[in-house]
């Protein structure tokens, strides 16, 4: 099993930044991409950046030049800044991470973490 911790999430305001952070934990596995998805009221999941383990990334329309993802391999840890924060920023964001076990070659593994408000206001 894989367990993901994030943490970084807050209230702030317009025009601000935060950072997110999301560490992978357990054992006999290997990260293969991460991701930052985020989800507001009435609103379906959508993807807001994902970054593979060469460090390929991609995002979403809305956030890009403003948000930036990276990632620590050897922490098993992948952050989200975020800069220029606007209202409809405002979601709660989960971390997703594809993992690879031992004897089951390239099939992905999905986990997600237990998410991380994120609130925009003045």
């Known amino acids: 099993q894989v367990q993901l911790v994030e943490s970084g999430g807050g209230l702030v305001q317009p025009g601000g930044s935060l950072r997110l952070s999301c560490a992978a934990s357990g054992s006999a596995f290997s990260i293969n991409s991460m991701g930052w998805y985020r989800q507001a009221p009435g609103n379906q999941r959508e993807l807001v950046a994902r970054?593979?383990?060469?460090?390929?990334?991609n995002y979403a329309d809305s956030v890009k030049g403003r948000f930036t993802i990276s990632r620590d391999n050897a922490k098993n840890t992948v952050y989200l800044q975020m800069n220029s924060l606007k209202p409809e920023d405002t979601a709660v964001y989960y971390c997703?991470?594809?993992?690879?076990?031992?004897?089951?070659?390239?099939?992905?593994?999905?986990?997600w973490g237990q998410g991380t408000q994120v609130t925009v206001s003045s």
């Open positions: 997703k991470a594809a993992a690879l076990k031992p004897g089951w070659g390239r099939t992905e593994f999905y986990y």
């Open positions: 970054i593979t383990s060469n460090g390929s990334t």
